[in-house]
């Protein structure tokens, strides 16, 4: 039997799509009509004390016991949609219930823009209908009606994410963009939170705070939305200072629940030992938990800052030097590796301000309360660093200077695209711990010098977040590095790390989560799920491993045929 969660890829509707203009450029006008539906009977799903009753036994034991004893009938109910006809009825009723111009569409370009991406190359589907709500009521209604015609919701917000988290179901379904709830409800100067709608953007409430010296420190993709980050469990370049989004940075949220009740985590004070911390189950959740309506987020003071960059003789040392820095305690806010490779792409890539020895480089950027601090933290660093080979020392003489350094390591990956005139890129991250980084970079190399694929590597080193962006010109290309993705993740995981630090898990690596987390917390993982979306209607075939699925990628092999071979760069 196929599991709920199991999504087919439709390679001959993706090869379809590529070719339409609709591809090339989404056109924003909407298309629209009215009718009246009519009345229908489908009970609800059951009420989220449901919830409550699994919570207050939520022993691991109980629930794999429970799971083992899951029939196939049970599995088969929770996999059921609405029909064809369902689908329809329920746009129609949608158009009563969200009778403005702009609030529904099922304009293809609209279908195309949600259920596509361009920043990444797994299968997808186009969604049913998309719909635009402005408030925590709009998506109750929403939601009790994707109940009453069983239709899939998929939420849908600044679109960013890399790996496949707003792709159509199967079956089609209920698209839900939150990026019109972007207001910012209230900022809390005294107590240093804020409270917004998921549609706000990081950059945007960040410019809006800077008179004000406050920011939100987690820094993802640009143009990514609150309601993403929380959704896919973010962070960014300043997570070696303030962690993730797992680190409380999201003090609550309000979420609507799949039978359409609506909760509030918890109160805004900073600390609370009130039981669960349910704010944490929908952080990285990916929409399939519930729809996160509001949140309060975390502020930080914004403090001066510094750039520089140091060249070294090869990944290893970098990587080396960067742990003994860190265990100097200095005042650090990013600590960036770009590889060789990199730094020959931001030299020609023509927007830095002067061109660089092609070497292995770290970007820095120096945090404190004063000029002094920080140049006392530039000199340590600059003295550890030249015990592991480090050169060329280069610290920002004015601000303007220390933006466009940083700017180049911010341009990174547009400069990597632009290595091969033409070519397009798979952009992945992994996770390992930092002393283990070296390893994975090395083997990593090796793979892909092998196979002939060029690569370029940045990452988080300071907390061993590597990042990858692998050149392709055609669909071979496309399959080889599918398969470099694929051994990479499988390395990174044999290293006690994870298939992925910040990107998510969506639909791209669902499948390595049983060989990461192991079965019995996978286990715990859907029981979750099915407890609180016993109709599996929330953005179903994401972040949960299919049943009885065997990998796409179980015949490839490691260089040599030994997989996750490592070895220790010198």
Known sequence: MQSPFRITRLVSSVSRFTSSQSRQHFRTTRRF?????????TPPPPSPSRILAAF????VGWFCHRLSQLT?????????????DDFDTGIRELRTIFPDDGKVSTDPDDLAHHGFSHYDYHPGKLHSVVVYPTSTEDVVK??????????????????????????????????VDMLGMDKIIALNEKDGDLVCQPGARWMDINEMLQDKGLFFPLDP???ASIGGMLATGCSGTNAVRYGTAKAEWFLNATVVLPSGEVIKTRQRSRKSSAGWDVTKLFIGAEGTLGIVTEVTIRLAPLLPTNVAVIQFPDVGKATEAVRA????????????????????????????????????????????????????SAKVTEKISKEFGGS????????????????????????????????????????????????????????????GSKCMVCGHVGDGNFHALILFENDDELEIARGAVHRMVERAIAMDGTCT??????IGKKEYLVSELGQGTVDLMKHVKKSIDPLGLFNPGKLYPDENEESEHTQLQLPGGVPSETRKVR
């Open 56 to 59: 207050s036994a939520f022993g």
């Open 72 to 84: 196939t009938q049970e599995e088969d109910q929770f996999a059921k949609y609405g029909s064809p």
């Open 221 to 223: 993709a640009p143009g």
């Open 325 to 376: 820095i860190m265990l100097k305690g200095v005042g650090i806010q990013c600590i960036e590796l770009v590889d060789e490779v990199g730094i020959q792409a931001l030299n020609g890539f023509g927007m830095s301000t002067k061109k660089r020895a092609v070497k292995d480089s770290l970007f820095i950027k120096f945090q404190g309360h004063s000029k002094e601090s920080i140049l006392d």
């Open 33 to 41: 009509a009215s009718t009246t539906p009519p009345p229908s009977s």
């Open 142 to 175: 929403i939601v009790k009606l994707a109940t009453r015609y069983r239709m899939p919701v998929i939420p849908y917000s600044a679109g960013t994410s890399l790996e496949g988290h707003t792709r159509g179901h199967k079956t089609g379904g209920i698209c």
């Open 501 to 506: 630090g910040e990107h998510g898990v969506g």
């Open 392 to 451: 060329n020392f280069e610290l920002a003489k004015t601000e303007q200077e220390a933006n466009d350094l940083w700017m180049d390591r911010k341009n990174i990956l547009f400069a990597g695209l632009n290595l091969i005139p033409g070519s397009r890129g798979w952009s992945t991250d992994v996770c390992v711990p930092v002393s283990r980084l070296p390893d994975l970079v090395y083997e990593t190399r090796k793979d892909l010098d092998k196979i």
